[in-house]
């Protein structure tokens, strides 16, 4: 049997599009000293350090070793995990298991990107198949643009309630001190921006940040000993997919696919009425209708109905992204971790501005690959 | 290396150029050498659970079971999804801007179950619809190299 484990901490650093005054290990300790302050711990506290980004965004190999000063890894166990836009997810499911296994009683997770120190685009081209795929494919805006002309299309779901939910992500991301972009928008603003990806428009999209994030697992024992609530961890599941975007079919989702599993270990059966907050991936404003059907928040079509009557909005009632969303924030690597953050932060109360009132049950997403999949439910109840 | 300041802070520019080699394995160079000496596209076959996907592979994702059998699919298909894409940005294909706009397919190729990236000869949008019917235009034979861009692109032959 596994333990059970619960988040005990988390830092993140000031998103925005371009650090200059840090390197990346300095970037890194910023979280990591904003996490141990958070849980009142000190990196000797620390069993083993789990840290993640994207290799290929700034030509690094062995983030585990550059950064092993800043991560607080000298002379612990330490590993790296890169999945790409689930990387975050990935190292948080990856210091669950530490803790779930008994091996381990506090892991760090880290997860952090500088996307200011290449071309983003370039970056996600390379962790394509390089015969066939290559070739045509425009990042993850072009990977996006298809699925968004696809799922727009076939339930006549229009691009002002795509804009709608772009604004407001970007309006919640102004309660939220650490999001890259608090903007004041209209639906107009959005719909004139350039159209950079038919059916995307720039304003849909997600930006490129700088930051990092820092989550602090914890077995059983040690979470109810801990200064924070714990937010114990109730699912975390994964789904990969097949490797060609030619392959995917966006009828059989992955999100769909985990969520279910995920429902089912966190013994979920009404997912809009038992969750209270959802922190999606959303790389761009589409997703944001279309996954929460891929989550059985409604049903299939319905994403645009969701917004029209203000479901998902803070005021709604099953608000989604009160941090902003990746739509406001997008250092790759810690992406996906900061949903989870995100999450942990709602059921602890201290989500400040942001807080949603009354939070027990919280979902959050990782995106990323070929379309793949990572869903965490955590609970207030062990 | 080249260095710039900004206030007290320094950038230090690499360009890195690292070449690779890739193998294209049995299936692959077996598809990449019938575009370019027959302008035929292969496919292979589930032999488990009878899935057609293009390019060719030796396992089907779906069953774990190795596909055994080559097909011709296409030149025809229809139109999965597209996009058209407006943005710059560096190919790492040529290390230069990709030429944009430009039209991108996800094609379903006639007798495959899966789709197929490509290009479009389309940029406008208003001319385009998920399920148009799309035909594959090769390259003259003695420019074909047994690549990808064997196929130009792909033109819209109508509903
Ligand atoms: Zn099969």
Redesign the pocket.
């Known amino acids: 049997m596994p333990k059970r484990v619960a988040i005990i901490g988390s830092g993140q650093t000031d998103h925005t599009s371009r650090r200059a005054d840090v390197n990346i290990p300095e970037l890194i300790k910023e979280a990591v000293d904003r996490a141990l302050v958070d849980a009142e711990l000190t990196i000797d506290d620390i069993d083993a350090v789990v840290i993640g980004n994207m290799e290929h965004f700034e030509g690094i190999n062995l983030s585990d070793m550059w950064a092993s000063e800043g991560s607080g890894a000298v002379m612990k166990p330490a590993m790296k995990i890169a999945t790409g836009g689930t990387t975050g997810a990935s190292v948080a499911a990856c210091a669950y298991y530490h803790c779930a296994s008994g091996l381990f009683d506090r892991v760090l997770a880290i997860g952090w990107e500088k996307l200011s120190e290449s071309d983003t685009t370039t970056g996600i081209i390379t962790a394509f198949d390089p015969i066939v795929e290559r070739l045509t494919l425009a990042g993850a805006v072009g990977g996006l643009a298809i699925e968004a002309n696809l799922y727009m299309t076939s339930y006549g779901i229009t691009q002002e309630q795509v804009a709608k939910a772009a604004v407001m992500a970007r309006k919640n991301a102004q309660r939220n001190p650490h999001a890259h972009l608090k903007l004041d928008l209209t639906v107009e603003q959005v719909l004139n921006s350039p159209m950079i990806a038919y059916p995307i428009h720039y304003l849909d999209m997600c930006p490129t940040s700088d930051g990092a994030c820092a989550v602090i697992f914890a077995s059983e024992d040690v979470a109810r000993k801990s200064a924070n609530p714990p937010a114990w961890v109730k699912a975390a599941v994964c789904r990969h997919n097949h490797p060609y975007i030619g392959d995917v079919d966006w009828r059989k989702s992955t999100l769909e696919s985990a969520a279910i599993e995920a429902y089912r270990l966190a013994g979920i059966t009404h997912p809009r009425r038992e969750l209270d907050v959802i922190e999606l991936y959303d790389p761009a404003s589409f997703a944001l209708l279309s996954w929460i059907e891929s989550l059985h928040i409604c049903g299939p079509g319905e994403g645009g109905k969701m917004i029209d009557t203000g479901a998902i909005t803070m005021e709604g009632d099953i608000p989604v992204n009160p941090s902003g969303g990746v739509i406001s924030t997008n250092p790759i690597g810690a992406t996906a971790l900061i949903r989870v953050a995100e999450a942990a932060l709602q059921i602890q109360g201290k989500a400040g501005a942001r807080q949603v009132e009354g939070v027990r049950t919280a979902l959050a997403t990782g995106f990323g690959g070929s379309y793949w999949s990572e869903v965490f439910i955590l609970g207030r109840a062990s | 290396m080249r260095r710039e300041k900004e206030k007290d802070y320094l950038y230090i520019t690499l360009h890195t150029e690292l070449p690779y080699r890739y193998s294209a394995g049995r299936y692959m160079s077996r598809f990449l050498t019938t575009l370019r000496d027959e302008a035929r596209i292969l496919a292979s076959r ?6 057609v996907l293009v390019p060719p592979r030796v396992v ?6 190795e ?1 055994e059998e080559f097909v011709e699919v296409g030149p025809r298909g229809t139109l999965k999804t597209f996009s058209v894409i407006n943005f710059p940005f560096i190919d790492p294909f040529t290390g230069v801007q990709r030429p944009v706009p430009y039209g991108y397919a996800i094609v379903q190729l006639d007798g495959c179950d899966n789709g197929l990236p490509h290009f479009l000869d389309e940029i406008d949008v208003h001319k385009l619809r998920i399920g148009l019917r799309v035909e594959a235009v090769f390259k003259p034979q003695d420019e074909r190299e047994g690549a990808m861009t064997d196929i130009l692109h792909f033109r819209v032959i109508g509903d």
């Open positions: 589930c032999t488990h659970c009878g899935t089907c994702g779906n069953c774990f079971a596909m």
